[in-house]
T-cell receptor, first 117, second 113 residues
């Protein structure tokens, strides 16, 4: 089974702190994604990566950065945490769509609930 | 751009009732369509998918048919159980967009015994 793990289930940080959220997948997927989930807003894409050292902005990248130094690991960084970044953060991974790939749905980790005080 | 619209919740049903959650999409090409489910305190899990028009995805008694003419992918189940209580997300992706997923806002389902 595909497994996507996230470093913490719950995290409490202070305003202004630098925060690192880690995500690791074990299925050799090319694509990795970071979302935030807020009530009434569904999932919003923050950043994604389609290869090592490659990254693309999603719909709400402001206040965030990412790092992908290894294929299996994708980190989300909050440079200076603010209270409006209190949210549930979900990591996902998938195969790149191409011939021969059996499936390309996204596989999600359990989420990190971040509270910034 | 691509987008997904799904019915707002919450939806409250009695056990064994029929379920429909509406989902419509906007896309320029030929997307693949998905339903994901999120149980309390967990991440999203794939429920079913369809990759081309007229395909029917099914899993755990849930079904959805890819209707290109109405740009819809409605989720149905003939007889819901309390254990089906969760949030359901409709989503689409296209090869041309690096496999980015576009999710609906989610529909919360409450099933009462």
């Amino acid at each position: 089974d595909v497994k996507v793990t996230q470093s913490s289930r719950y995290l409490v940080k202070r305003t202004g702190e630098k925060v690192f959220l880690e995500c690791v997948q074990d299925m050799d997927h090319e694509n990795m994604f970071w979302y935030r989930q807020d009530p009434g807003l569904g999932l919003r894409l923050i950043y994604f990566s389609y290869d090592v050292k490659m990254k693309e902005k999603g719909d709400i990248p402001e206040g965030y950065s990412v790092s992908r130094e290894k294929k299996e690991r994708f980190s989300l960084i909050l440079e200076s945490a603010s209270t409006n970044q209190t949210s549930m953060y979900l990591c996902a991974s998938s195969n790149r769509i191409s011939r021969g790939k059996a499936s390309y749905e996204q596989y999600f980790g359990p989420g990190t609930r971040l509270t910034v005080t | 751009g691509d987008s997904v619209t799904q019915m707002e919740g919450p939806v409250t049903l009695s056990e064994e009732a029929f379920l429909t959650i509406n989902c419509t999409y906007t896309a320029t090409g030929y997307p693949s369509l998905f339903w994901y489910v999120q149980y309390p305190g967990e991440g999203l899990q794939l429920l079913l998918k369809a990759t081309k028009a007229d395909d029917k995805g099914s899993n755990k008694g849930f079904e959805a048919t890819y209707r290109k003419e109405t740009t819809s992918f409605h989720l149905e189940k003939g007889s819901v159980q309390v254990s089906d209580s969760a949030v359901y997300f409709c989503a689409l992706t296209q090869r041309e967009n690096f496999n980015k997923f576009y999710f609906g806002s989610g529909t919360k389902l409450n099933v009462k015994p």
